[in-house]
């Protein structure tokens, strides 16, 4: 009686996590308005795309499987929500450090598909950016996790599948593949944006979100500053690295306590 209530929504949440995942791929060439053949070319390119970005997710889903057995280790703990405050702070920094060295070393990156299918590769940044806000997602669902509300959490996953399917029956026919991106993109920022209220009525987290709101900002600075330059050449792994290293160095910068506390428990 006390399990199934809990767990039957987290069922739902991963049910409407593989429409998030998937609808735009499975049903594309249904849904594109165009002919099968070049659905499927389109179809290929995108997929080959989604790849690249799944760099990205790869590290998402280590990190998923270490911080949460971490986060609930904790629960009972008085700093519970501080260290999920700064969890959430430095899951935004790695995120936003893997971001920036894909996007600008995209060359290197697109080696793991074939050239006919680079021409996508626009494409990229924006499942990226779906990506980072996949796992602001997973950091928000720890606070119905821990007070045994995965209703709600089954809500905000239905909320983006919703999402999900609406955008690509509107966008796809209209702009191919980048309609399915940015379907993506929406659907995990409506689930963002409704975790983060209901976790703010139902067990208020304190996420530094002038930290965390820097941070992405300065992320997308550099990002358009790199797009608008659009170098070529060998010039373009010196913008790309000049690009990462600014970041590292203004988190360094601003994250300097935390290192040198570092160095003293090391000492």
Known sequence: RRLIPYALPLLLLGLAGIVNETFDRALFTKISGLSEAEAEIQLGIYGACYKVAMLLSIGIQAYRFAAEPFIFSLAKGEKSDKVQADVMKYYFIVALFIFLS???????????????????????????????????????????KLNDKTLYGALVA????????????????????????WATFAAYLTMAILSFILMRKYHPVPYDLKEIGQYVGLALILFSIYFFLHPEGPVEYLVGAAVVGIFVLVVFFKERKLFSLNAHDKN
């Open 102 to 144: 894909i996007v600008c070393f995209n060359d290197v990156a697109l080696l793991l598909i074939g050239s006919e299918y680079r021409e996508g590769a626009d494409v990229i940044p924006i499942l990226l950016g779906a990506y980072v806000l996949f796992g602001a997602v997973f950091n928000l669902s720890f606070w119905y």
């Open 158 to 181: 239905i909320s983006g599948a919703v999402v999900t399917i609406v955008l690509n029956l509107i966008l796809v026919p209209k702009i191919s593949y980048y309609g399915a991106a």
